[in-house]
């Protein structure tokens, strides 16, 4: 079942605390990227990659961190610094130069209590 | 910088009458745009593309560069339609897509 896999689907992190999400995709995808979803704001990207151990800041990525050691994998991690943690982020992948043909992950729910 | 506009947040409309989703974009290149539709309990997943120049599900988008506007269209809406309509531009060189606010169609019965 080829696909893009996010997990947790719902992760509670108190206040100070960094967590992980993961996302991984077995679809052979060069590009992998996170945005985090609002109400009323759409989309906006943190974080993007073309290729292995590289990858380029987005417009909100401030208080966040990613690593791309793996063509499979893309993992952000929610910093203490992230004055606003609480969001749902979507993870995407695509064939590099696509021009837009994204797939999505089902998406991981961030609350801070 | 790139960006783009849906200017409606919520649109509803009763079943069998026409839909149109409003989507403007301001961006110096040359502009790829494309649409992205989320069902409930769905993941986000592509709609339609302006270069493919196709009609899936019956929705239809031109891309009219002089009003820098992709409007989503359908003659007569379904309440399948129902869901969240995001427009995206492709940022070329940088390779990522910019989203719009979205819009949240509702079709009633």
């Known amino acids: 079942d080829g696909g893009i896999t996010q997990s947790p689907k719902y992760l509670f992190r108190k206040e100070g605390q960094n967590v992980t999400l993961s996302c991984e995709q077995n679809?052979?995808?060069?590009?992998m990227y996170w945005y985090r979803q609002d109400p009323g704001q759409g989309l906006r990207l943190i974080y993007y990659?073309?290729?292995?151990?590289?990858?380029q800041k987005g417009d909100i990525a401030e208080g966040y961190s990613v690593s791309r050691e793996k063509k499979e994998s893309f993992p952000l991690t929610v910093t203490s610094a992230q004055k606003n943690p609480t969001a749902f982020y979507l993870c995407?992948?695509?064939?590099?130069?696509?021009?837009?043909?994204?797939?999505f992950g089902s998406g991981t729910r961030l609350t801070v209590v | 910088a790139q960006r783009v506009t849906q200017p409606e947040k919520l649109l509803s409309v009763f079943k069998g009458a026409p839909v149109e989703l409003k989507c403007n974009y301001s961006?110096?290149?040359?502009?790829?745009l494309f649409w992205y539709v989320q069902y409930s309990r769905q993941r986000l997943q592509l709609l339609l593309r302006?270069?493919s120049r196709e009609s899936i599900k019956g929705f239809t988008a031109d891309l009219n560069k002089g009003e820098t506007s992709f409007h989503l269209k359908k003659p007569f809406a379904q309440e399948e339609d129902s869901a969240m309509y995001y427009c995206?531009?492709?940022?070329?060189?940088?390779?990522?897509?910019?989203f719009g606010q979205g819009t949240r169609l509702t079709i009633n019965p």
């Open positions: 990659s073309q290729i292995v151990n590289d990858f």
């Open positions: 995407a992948s695509s064939i590099s130069g696509s021009g837009g043909g994204y797939t």
């Open positions: 302006h270069i």
């Open positions: 995206a531009l492709s940022v070329q060189g940088a390779q990522k897509l910019v």
């Open positions: 679809l052979n995808h060069d590009a």
């Open positions: 961006y110096s290149g040359s502009p790829e």
